[in-house]
């Protein structure tokens, strides 16, 4: 393949899926911070409660659904858990946490966030269609990094004298992250 075409294919995947890459860099930003801040609900109401909760072996999906009911919460069930001393409920729209001990607890309503929540469905779809577009999309970026890396002509800042020692150390360095982290 000449110059040329390698440029040309290079410039004509970015432009098709700078959309996607922009969209895919926003929402994985937010998911890596979604344990200090779940940008993809929006808080409408929190509600202080009281209840009287039975023995621990009893909170269950039965009993979490049995609750929802006495709480005028219509909304589908998620999971529970107990956490920490708390009985955590996940509805789609709700959120409760509730002390073991003392019974009080909060009820938390949310909206999905508009536009921010349906990027960060891009990270978590599972569809048969998306998982191949996402293979497809997979292929392009290392198609995109490619014909980025051979573009550059002979020369200093050449992929063949410079450029590979940057991408091994891009290689690298998340490696080491992994395995100081494991």
Known sequence: MNQQKIRGLHRDLGYFYIGLIISFAVSGILMNHRDSWHAEKYTVETKAIQVKLPAEEQLNDEYAETLAKRLN???????????????????????????????????????????????????????????????????SLITIAITG??????????????????????????????????
């Open 149 to 182: 890396a051979i573009m550059i002509p002979a020369g200093k800042f050449s992929f063949k004298r410079r450029g590979w020692k940057l991408a091994l150390m891009g290689i690298i360095f998340p490696l080491i992250v992994l395995f100081l982290l494991a």
């Open 73 to 139: 919460i219509d909304d589908k069930l998620r999971r529970q858990k107990v956490d920490d001393g708390e009985f955590r409920i996940s509805f789609e729209k709700h959120d409760l946490s509730i002390d073991i001990k003392s019974g009080k607890g909060e009820i938390v309503s949310f909206i999905k966030t508009p536009v921010i929540s349906q990027m960060m469905k891009l990270h978590k779809n599972t569809s048969n269609w998306w998982i191949y577009y996402g293979d497809l999309f997979g292929i």
